[in-house]
């Protein structure tokens, strides 16, 4: 234990014996998650570099339509912190949440606050219209979406200006979320990445937390994914 020139354990570590390790986000919710991140990467990279690296965006842009779609049905059928009924309140929550931001007894929550709820499906929303327009997108050269034989050239011209407006929304709203860790980090004290690569958090009271079924996660991801392909492809 470390020891203050006091002799008396640090206040850190005295808060600390004071808090429980609780279980928050499941293991599925987390591989999304770090996923999403490495998928969502890859697909501005390509996208970026174009000519022959826009199949890689097209098969990474396929995974985070997959990996979204599951996000939406673990939404309802995951562990207690994933499911949107836990994180998506009501205006009156977010005021109250929003009132108290700045305050030392600013409102705690185990998961996604209110505002952070928001802002979470947010990037989901964006997410999906980046992908799903992605499907009919062209680029006028050599690159057509896999589903752009079902619109005519006007209307893929139209989604291809939404699927290119709405890359620097969700490039805004990515670099809002990590400014917002940081933020919790370094002025709140809090450290919301943490649990998102254990699982657990530190909190004042020892609640139990449901968690998410693996094998459930499994079975959702592959239909999504087997379904998705034979449509798509």
Do not use: C
Not at 49 to 57: E, P, Q, S, V
Not at 146 to 154: A, G, H, N, Q
Request: no cysteine; charged share 15%.
């Amino acid at each position: 234990m470390k020891i203050n020139r006091s002799g008396f354990p640090s206040t850190k570590r005295r808060r600390e014996r004071n808090l429980y390790s609780i279980r928050v986000w499941d293991f599925p919710t987390r591989i999304f998650h770090w996923l999403l991140v490495v998928l969502v990467t890859i697909s501005f990279i390509t996208g970026k570099i174009g000519g022959t690296a826009m199949r890689y965006h097209e098969l990474s842009g396929f995974a985070v339509l997959v990996l979204v779609l599951f996000r939406l049905v673990w939404g309802f059928v995951g562990g207690q912190h994933s499911r949107f009924i836990a994180f998506v309140k009501g205006p009156a929550a977010v005021a109250r949440y929003a009132s108290s931001f700045y305050r030392k007894d600013a409102i705690k929550h185990p998961g996604h606050n209110p505002l952070g709820g928001y802002s979470i499906i947010a990037m989901l929303v964006s997410t999906l219209i980046q992908v799903g327009t992605g499907l009919f997108a062209n680029d006028d050269i050599l690159t057509e979406g896999p589903l752009y034989y079902l619109v005519s050239k006007k209307t893929s011209d139209w989604l291809t200006g939404i699927h290119h407006l709405n890359h620097k929304v969700l490039l805004f709203l990515i670099v809002i979320h990590i400014l917002a860790i940081i933020f919790y980090l370094i002025v709140k004290r809090e450290n919301l990445l943490k649990p998102m690569i254990t699982g657990t958090k530190l909190w004042h009271q020892n609640i139990k937390s449901f968690q998410g079924n693996p094998v459930l996660a499994i079975f959702i991801i592959t239909v999504i994914a087997v379904a998705g392909y034979l449509i798509i492809y």
